[in-house]
Nanobody, 120 residues
C-alpha cells in the first residue's frame, strides 16, 4: 500500500489549504482514512478521520469547525480542507490507513508527509 500526500505549502494565518492523499491499493472504498500531523519537537497527533463510506467523520478538538475531511472513492483520494489556519497548525501532515478493511482506528500504513507552514 502506498499513500502519496500533497498540497502542503506556505500560507498566512487565516488562510486555507487543501491536502490530498492518493492511495495505491485495491478496493480503496473498503478502508478508512485518516490525517495526522507532527509539529517540530512534538509527537504525532490525530487530526481527522473518515470511514470507508465517507458518512462518518472524526476530528481533533483543535481543528473542529475549521478542517474538513472528505474522500472520493472513484479517485482513491482523501482530502483535508483546512480553513482559518493558525500558526499552531504548522506541521508535517501525514495520511494513514488501516491494513484491515471495514475497520477504523488502527493505522498501519502511512504516507510520506507534506509540510504545512503557517506564517503569523
Amino acid at each position: 500500500v502506498q499513500l502519496q500526500a500533497s498540497g502542503g505549502g506556505l500560507v498566512q494565518a487565516g488562510g486555507s489549504l487543501r491536502l490530498s492523499c492518493v492511495a495505491s491499493r485495491r478496493s480503496f472504498r473498503k478502508y478508512a482514512m485518516g490525517w495526522f500531523r507532527q509539529a517540530l519537537g512534538k509527537e504525532r497527533e490525530f487530526v481527522a478521520g473518515i470511514n470507508w463510506v465517507g458518512d462518518s467523520t472524526y476530528y481533533a478538538e483543535s481543528v473542529k469547525g475549521r478542517f474538513t475531511i472528505s474522500r472520493d472513492n472513484a479517485k482513491s483520494t482523501v482530502y483535508l480542507q483546512m480553513n482559518s489556519l493558525k500558526p499552531e497548525d504548522m506541521a508535517v501532515y501525514y495520511c494513514a490507513t488501516p491494513a484491515t478493511e471495514y475497520t477504523y482506528g488502527r493505522w498501519n500504513y502511512w504516507g510520506q508527509g507534506t509540510l504545512v507552514t503557517v506564517s503569523s
